[in-house]
């Protein structure tokens, strides 16, 4: 869903995928050059059926790919966040523990 949505808003530019270690968790980031969201819709597009509105394209999707994406991550210990500045673009983060344990 991140990756779709950062080649749906991506007109020209770049997308950029990457991972690091941090800790005892691995941080997965999705960056894209797209238009950006606006600071007073960060917090609600986590939430089933918001969308962020762009007058200049039609709406698409239903608004749940985030929330369900959020959920799947916060299942296996991780979470999902998001930093945008409009005009610049927009970097999904999420990042899911890791045990090097394994059971034999």
Do not use: C
């Amino acid at each position: 869903n991140l990756l779709s949505n950062a080649i749906k808003f991506t007109e020209k530019g770049s997308i950029t995928l990457s991972a690091k270690k941090k800790g005892k968790e691995f941080i997965f980031a999705v960056m894209d050059t797209g238009p950006g969201i606006p600071q007073d819709m960060l917090a609600g597009i986590f939430e089933p059926f918001v969308q962020v509105v762009d007058n200049k394209k039609p709406i698409q999707g239903t608004g749940l790919g985030l929330p369900i994406s959020r959920s799947l991550v916060q299942s296996h210990g991780g979470d999902l966040w998001v930093e945008s500045k409009m005009g610049e673009g927009t970097t999904f983060y999420f990042s899911l523990p890791f045990d090097l344990h394994l059971k034999q």
